[in-house]
């Protein structure tokens, strides 16, 4: 099945400055790579998602690349602010299952 | 308002005692799916269905049981719950009949600890 591991497992960045979390899939199959947040006590959320045929995708102050080659992909935040600390989840799909990196703990100082 | 939702929210039980979460959706969602959150391991599927009596197994099935009689219900079942089944669970339901290409919308979770 699919392995999807996820890096940094902790984050702290400084306000306004950016965050970079990466994350590598083991299945080729997989065409579809979404991020979640998840706010403490609440199910996880969508921020952005990126499909197979797409390399880069951006809303806003976060972007998503995709490598298929290296098979790994990439949330970047930018200008960070206080709400966005959270813990941020990759996911890999290919059909019926999603299957999800562990997690990064994200702390945004101020 | 549209939405997920699970009961109970937290339970305490002992090993051995069957118990069922119930998860409900109203947005009329064809695939809903069932996962487990445990630290360090994020966040790992049990059983998914794609449509009213179709369900399929996840990474992690055993010990669960899952039923689709109703498009908007898809209950998750412990038959007999231990110990190593402690663990925080969510409900996702979503348009699409496949994890591909829609979004799924969780549930609050319910928070299970079997002592």
């Known amino acids: 099945g699919e392995n999807v591991e996820q890096h940094p497992s902790t984050l702290s960045v400084q306000e306004g400055d950016s965050a970079v979390i990466k994350c590598t899939y083991s299945?080729?199959?997989?065409?579809?790579f979404p991020w979640y947040k998840q706010e403490l006590g609440k199910g996880p959320q969508l921020i952005i998602d990126?499909?197979?045929?797409?390399g880069e995708k951006k809303d806003q102050r976060i972007a998503v690349t995709l490598n298929k080659t290296a098979k790994h992909f990439s949330l970047h935040i930018t200008e960070t602010q206080p709400e966005d600390s959270a813990v941020y989840f990759c996911?890999?799909?290919?059909?019926?299952?999603?299957?999800f990196g562990a997690g990064t703990t994200v702390t945004v100082r101020a | 308002e549209a939405q997920v939702t699970q009961n109970p929210r937290y339970l305490i039980t002992v090993t051995g005692k069957k118990l069922t979460v119930t998860c409900s959706q109203n947005?009329?969602?064809?695939?809903m799916s069932w996962y487990r959150q445990d630290p360090g391991l994020g966040l790992r599927q049990i059983y998914y269905?794609?449509?009213?009596?179709?369900?399929d197994k996840g990474d992690v099935p055993e010990g669960y049981k899952v039923s689709r009689k109703e498009k908007r219900n898809f209950p998750l079942i412990l038959e007999s719950p231990s110990p190593n089944q402690t663990s925080l669970y969510f409900c996702?339901?979503?348009?699409?009949?496949?994890?591909?290409?829609?979004?799924?919308?969780f549930g609050p979770g319910t928070r299970l600890t079997v002592t």
């Open positions: 996702a339901s979503s348009p699409g009949v496949t994890a591909f290409a829609y979004e799924q919308y």
């Open positions: 299945d080729s199959a997989s065409n579809y």
């Open positions: 990126i499909r197979s045929n797409v």
């Open positions: 996911a890999a799909s290919n059909d019926y299952k999603l299957s």
């Open positions: 947005m009329n969602h064809e695939y």
């Open positions: 269905s794609m449509n009213v009596e179709v369900t």
